[in-house]
């Protein structure tokens, strides 16, 4: 499982590569090189490539360092940018995964309906597994080691499949 810090870059990720939030790279990657997140001879190369590509590429290296400093890190950057939309959006996408579809259901107006799909193993050690409907049905294939982490499980695969993780 992610640490926090990585989940957090990886919806930061999500979040560079919607199409409603441009985000300068070249600045990005002048300050990640300031910082010696990247290195020069990188900034380069990334200053060469597609905005969609200089993304990929630039989590790439960045899910390689340690999720803590390094989150800490973008997180300053944005804020030197000046690009508080962009922490207010990972704020958003960071909450508990039922909450967050909920929200996003009931804004566009739409129904949530859980539902349990299997209880097995011992009761020492019962594994569960739940499907969501959200206009179509979404079940994660591995069972989780209670009812809520199954919820949450349901929620974050559908949240992925719009898009919002």
């Not at 969609?52 to 390689?64: G, P």
Request: aromatic share 8%; with cysteine.
């Amino acid at each position: 499982m992610d640490s926090p810090d990585l989940s957090r870059l990886r919806i930061l990720k999500g979040i560079f590569k919607d199409g409603n939030t441009l985000v300068s790279m070249d600045t990005f990657l002048d300050k990640l090189s300031e910082k010696s997140l990247i290195s020069v001879s990188q900034e380069v190369m990334l200053k060469k490539e597609t905005y969609s590509k200089q993304i990929d590429e630039t989590f790439y290296i960045l899910f390689q360092k340690n999720p803590r400093p390094t989150y800490e890190s973008v997180e300053k950057i944005l804020i030197e940018m000046g690009r508080e939309d962009i922490i207010a959006k990972l704020q958003d996408n960071s909450k508990n995964p039922v909450q967050a579809l909920k929200e996003h259901c009931d804004k566009n107006g739409w129904k949530v309906e859980y539902f349990d799909v299997n209880e097995s193993g011992p009761a020492h050690e019962k594994k569960y597994l739940m499907k969501v409907a959200v206009n179509t049905v979404y079940q994660p294939d591995e069972p989780s080691k209670s009812k809520k982490d199954a919820k949450a499980a349901a929620a974050s695969l559908c949240l992925k499949n719009f898009g919002l993780m």
